[in-house]
T-cell receptor, first 111, second 115 residues
Framework: GENVEQHPSTLSVQEGDSAVIKCTYS??????FPWYKQELGKRPQLIID?????GEKKDQRIAVTLNKTAKHFSLHITETQPEDSAVYFC??????????FGAGTRLTVKP | ETGVTQTPRHLVMGMTNKKSLKCEQH?????MYWYKQSAKKPLELMFV???????ENNSVPSRFSPECPNSSHLFLHLHTLQPEDSALYLC??????????????FGEGSRLTVL
């Protein structure tokens, strides 16, 4: 089955700096790659996703890049703010009902 | 009420107890999921129901028993659990693979502690 690795497990940045979280996946048939944000004590929520026919997608301060050949994808957050502090999960799916998640990255943005 | 609702939010049980977790979605989705969230581990997919039929069972011990009576409700029946089963259990729903969006909508979770 699909295996998703996520790095780093914790990340601390100064407000205004950029943050990058990286994930790799094992199954070349995976074609959908979402990112979820989970604030403390709250439910995970989708923040951005990318499909395998696209190499990059951007939404305001967040962007995701996908390298299908290398089987890795990354989340980029620019101009970080304290409210970006949360746990971020990457995931991969082949298009069935099987969404596999990474172990999560705890991002702390220091004011 | 809209979205995905889970009850109870917190549950403490002994190893010999029988309890159930309940999930209800008001989004008109046709797929529902149970995930287990333990500290510093990936979200573990436990069960998937699509159109009320179980389509995924990821080698979950038989002490966890899911039930999906209709497309809006999902249960997780628990019996003779072990302390290592203590975790946050998250329910989610989606439109399913045939939908345009594959976004998972999560509930707030049921925090389970097994003594």
């Amino acid at each position: 089955g699909e295996n998703v690795e996520q790095h780093p497990s914790t990340l601390s940045v100064q407000e205004g700096d950029s943050a990058v979280i990286k994930c790799t996946y094992s199954d070349s048939a995976s074609n959908y790659f979402p990112w979820y944000k989970q604030e403390l004590g709250k439910r995970p929520q989708l923040i951005i996703d990318i499909r395998s026919n696209v190499g990059e997608k951007k939404d305001q301060r967040i962007a995701v890049t996908l390298n299908k050949t290398a089987k890795h994808f990354s989340l980029h957050i620019t101009e970080t703010q304290p409210e970006d502090s949360a746990v971020y999960f990457c995931a991969a799916s082949k298009g069935n009902n099987d969404m596999r998640f990474g172990a999560g990255t705890r991002l702390t943005v220091k004011p | 009420e809209t979205g995905v609702t889970q009850t109870p939010r917190h549950l403490v049980m002994g190893m010999t107890n029988k309890k159930s977790l309940k999930c209800e979605q008001h989004l008109g989705h046709n797929a529902m999921y149970w995930y287990k969230q333990s500290a510093k581990k990936p979200l573990e997919l436990m069960f998937v129901y699509s159109l009320e039929e179980r389509v995924e069972n990821n080698s979950v011990p038989s002490r966890f028993s899911p039930e999906c009576p209709n497309s809006s409700h999902l249960f997780l029946h628990l019996h003779t659990l072990q302390p290592e089963d203590s975790a946050l259990y998250l329910c989610a729903s989606s439109q399913g693979p045939s939908g345009i969006s594959r976004e998972l909508f999560f509930g707030e979770g049921s925090r389970l502690t097994v003594l």
